[in-house]
């Protein structure tokens, strides 16, 4: 467990500018403390203890703005950043190395039983304000732009944007727009007009020709 929190602080120093020393982290960022309260509620989901787990995680979310299942699977060095408004839901899978901002949803449509909520792949960021519904998979080392909604499938090491959302980078080549970072996102009605373009000029051309 030491060496969990370890991991986790030394994590948050890492990505966070912002942070100034292990004992801040500790002692006053939420989301580690979500993410510490989330283990031992899981742990009591899984031995079937499911009112003491819920019973914790509910405090969790009452302390930190943060409502994490204690069904959800979380792997390692997970970083919530700020966090208010993070909702992740009961059958979420999360990878190693994953970075989610404020406001993030990870939900199901209410149309599947079972599996209802996404997984998460390997080093993925999750950009503030998206929505990550259903049983989808976010392949690894991919990026969700903010104000997102993803509802399909995302292939390893993407960027995808807008509402629905889609994939504008793939493998480090573009597909339909500039290159995402968190100032700079890329426009979805600004790309489709940019389409709309392009199209008409081909028109144009074939009847000049």
């Given at each position: ?13 890492d990505?966070?500018?912002a942070?100034?020393s292990?004992?801040?982290?500790l ?7 979500a ?6 509620a899981?742990?009591h989901?899984?031995?079937?203890h ?7 995680s ?24 700020h ?7 009961e ?10 901002y404020q ?6 449509t209410?149309?599947?039983v079972?599996?209802?909520h ?6 993925v ?40 959302a889609k ?28 389409n ?14």
């Amino acid at each position: 467990m030491f060496d969990l929190l370890k991991e986790d602080i030394k994590a948050i120093q890492d990505r966070d500018p912002a942070a100034k020393s292990w004992l801040e982290i500790l002692l006053l960022y939420p989301g580690l403390k979500a993410i510490r309260m989330h283990r031992r509620a899981h742990k009591h989901y899984l031995k079937g203890h499911s009112f003491r787990a819920r019973y914790i995680s509910q405090k969790a979310a009452r302390k930190t703005g943060i409502e994490i299942h204690p069904g959800a699977t979380i792997g390692r060095r997970l970083v919530i950043d700020h966090g208010t408004g993070i909702v992740i839901g009961e059958t979420t899978e999360i990878g190693d190395d994953v970075l989610i901002y404020q406001g993030v949803t990870l939900g199901g449509t209410g149309k599947d039983v079972g599996k209802r909520h996404p997984t998460i792949g390997n080093r993925v960021m999750i950009s503030a304000g998206s929505k990550v519904l259903g049983p989808i998979n976010i392949g690894d080392d991919s990026r969700v732009a903010a104000g997102a909604v993803v509802l399909k499938d995302v292939p390893p090491n993407s960027t995808v944007v807008g509402v629905p959302a889609k994939v504008v980078r793939q493998n480090g080549k573009k597909v339909d727009a500039a290159p995402l970072d968190q100032i700079h996102i890329p426009d979805p009605v600004q790309i489709e007009l940019d389409n709309i373009t392009k199209k008409l000029k081909e028109l144009e051309a074939k009847i000049k020709e």
